[in-house]
């Protein structure tokens, strides 16, 4: 006889509390993925050192748009991740009111060493069916970027790799040209 495991998938409402309530503490890597709590690879320091360089170059925006480091992003009822990088619409409060949705999202960066497939697979998927515009995938093992655009329900319409020697730019500002080369150190 086969027995059927009941999963509960969590609201974001309910992660939210359990946060609130100590569950998790500062220092845990969690994020909401699809309603299950799901453990983040720790950072090395190539992935701190890529992170701290898009910052630096992207801060160039400050006063366009909100560089969000490492803070949540909610992309519907079932999940709140953190990327690496978040660029966002600017807003005067800085999203203290609500935590920014796929709509406020300009361009959204994960830095990838050990978590290349899963970032690919699951996490840039889910990225497009939320609606997130732009998304780069900087794979350190690979020493490439791949810019995904135009999202769709069955995945992003646009990909583009660029490797060490070409440029890539955010397609809310494409005055600002980052060299793939400089961006993964």
């Not at 086969?2 to 609201?11: D, E, N």
């Not at 190539?46 to 400050?62: G, I, P, Q, S, Y």
């Amino acid at each position: 006889m086969a027995v059927h495991a009941l999963k509960h998938r969590f609201t974001v409402s309910e992660y939210r509390r359990m946060v609130e309530a100590g569950i998790f503490g500062e220092d845990d890597r969690v994020e909401l993925l699809e309603g299950e709590i799901v453990q983040m690879s720790p950072i090395g320091s190539r992935h701190a050192a890529c992170v701290a360089r898009l910052t630096t170059l992207l801060a160039r925006l400050h006063d366009r748009a909100i560089p969000w480091v490492q803070n949540p992003v909610v992309l519907g009822e079932y999940s709140e991740l953190q990327p690496d990088i978040t660029l966002l619409r600017f807003r005067e409060d800085f999203y203290a009111q609500t935590l920014p949705g796929p709509h406020d999202v300009l361009l959204l960066i994960e830095v990838a060493d050990s978590s290349v497939e899963y970032d690919q697979e699951i996490k840039v998927p889910l990225y497009s069916r939320a609606g997130v515009a732009e998304v780069w995938l900087v794979n350190l093992v690979q020493q490439r970027v791949t810019v995904y655009g135009a999202p769709s329900p069955v995945g992003y319409q646009e990909v583009r790799v660029a490797t060490p020697g070409e440029t890539v730019s955010p397609r809310s500002f494409p005055e600002l040209e980052i060299s793939v080369g400089e961006l993964l150190g």
